[in-house]
């Protein structure tokens, strides 16, 4: 194991710690469509990768995260989310909704994460919507990140104002519909 993998492991806890107490991500009942069971799926199967992706990050944050000199967990996580896609899984990425991203590349980039920041920041923990690429289908999704922990202001002093359990940022999820 090199040097850098143990501060990767620990940043990626960092990020998810940030997200302990999050509500399951969890499409709001008169958006289900019940003849459409490999929709269903797809959204249990965004609930399972939310609930892996959030509590590992918060175990990591517990547990391992003790100042300002621990690698970024948004560096880490992004590398993850890189090889998720790159191995073909699904895709992945952090999403800012304070209007003020801590890295550019997190602002919302289309009318969907757009759409989704304004529902999230309007108190709903979940959003989704249906997409078609290449004959294909997808499910888009954004479930909320809240600051939940003190241990989230040493890697991001902008939230110190914040209040606990306000939307400061989204994962946004494109998952096959298979």
């Given at each position: 194991?090199?040097?850098l993998?143990?501060?990767?492991?620990?940043?990626t806890l960092?990020?998810?710690?940030?997200?302990?107490?999050v509500?399951?991500?969890?499409?709001?009942?008169?958006?289900?469509?019940?003849?459409?069971?490999?929709?269903?799926?797809?959204?249990?199967?965004?609930?399972?990768?939310?609930?892996?992706?959030?509590?590992?990050?918060?175990?990591?944050?517990?547990?391992y995260?003790?100042?300002?000199?621990?690698?970024?967990?948004g560096?880490?996580?992004?590398?993850?989310?890189?090889?998720?896609k790159?191995?073909?899984w699904?895709?992945?990425?952090?999403?800012?909704?304070?209007g003020?991203?801590y890295?550019?590349?997190?602002?919302?980039?289309?009318?969907f994460?757009k759409e989704?920041?304004?529902?999230?920041?309007?108190?709903?923990?979940?959003?989704?919507?249906?997409?078609?690429?290449?004959?294909?289908?997808?499910?888009?999704?954004?479930?909320?990140?809240?600051?939940?922990?003190?241990?989230?202001?040493i890697?991001?002093?902008?939230?110190e104002?914040?209040?606990?359990?306000?939307a400061?940022g989204?994962?946004?999820?494109?998952?096959?519909?298979?």
């Amino acid at each position: 194991m090199n040097k850098l993998q143990p501060t990767i492991i620990l940043a990626t806890l960092v990020l998810f710690s940030c997200l302990a107490g999050v509500s399951r991500a969890e499409a709001p009942p008169e958006e289900k469509n019940g003849d459409d069971a490999a929709l269903e799926r797809t959204r249990k199967q965004v609930r399972m990768l939310d609930d892996i992706y959030k509590t590992s990050i918060v175990l990591i944050t517990e547990h391992y995260v003790r100042d300002e000199k621990d690698l970024a967990a948004g560096v880490a996580f992004k590398k993850l989310f890189a090889a998720v896609k790159k191995n073909g899984w699904h895709e992945v990425r952090l999403l800012d909704a304070t209007g003020e991203p801590y890295n550019d590349d997190n602002a919302p980039a289309d009318d969907f994460e757009k759409e989704a920041i304004k529902q999230l920041k309007s108190g709903k923990p979940y959003f989704d919507k249906v997409m078609e690429k290449d004959g294909k289908r997808y499910l888009r999704a954004a479930t909320i990140i809240p600051v939940v922990m003190d241990k989230c202001i040493i890697c991001h002093d902008n939230y110190e104002d914040v209040k606990k359990g306000e939307a400061i940022g989204a994962l946004g999820y494109i998952v096959p519909i298979e």
